[in-house]
């Protein structure tokens, strides 16, 4: 079992930023490809940002390209997501996602609202 808590999520306004991180458990994070999901209200869930293991691929939303920055430190056991020049609709609750061997693991998500 994979165990992922979320933090850093908040109230910013338009334009501001915020970070969020994803503390994951197990000895082989290295081998877990990273996402982040993001769903807001009425909204089915989608996906945001990716990292593979060796954290050399990224891959984003168009959405968000250029102002999210998805990254991941194998030593903490922690995948990063870095959000710049937020805007009203990127408001949503993100989730950490982590894929290991085939399975798809679940934080419990991140409040994330950013107003206009």
């Known amino acids: 079992q994979v165990q992922l808590v979320e933090s850093g999520g908040g109230l910013v306004q338009a334009g501001g930023s915020l970070r969020l991180s994803c503390a994951a458990s197990g000895r082989t994070f290295s081998s877990y490809y990273m996402g982040w999901f993001r769903q807001a209200p009425g909204k089915e869930r989608e996906f945001v940002a990716g990292i593979s293991w060796s954290g050399s691929n990224t891959y984003y939303v168009d959405s968000v390209k250029g102002r999210f920055t998805i990254s991941r430190d194998n030593a903490k056991n922690t995948s990063y997501l870095q959000m710049n020049s937020l805007k009203p609709e990127d408001t949503a609750v993100y989730y950490c996602?982590?894929?290991?061997?085939?399975?798809?693991?679940w934080g419990q998500g991140t409040q994330v609202t950013v107003s206009s």
């Open positions: 996602n982590a894929r290991v061997r085939g399975s798809d693991y």
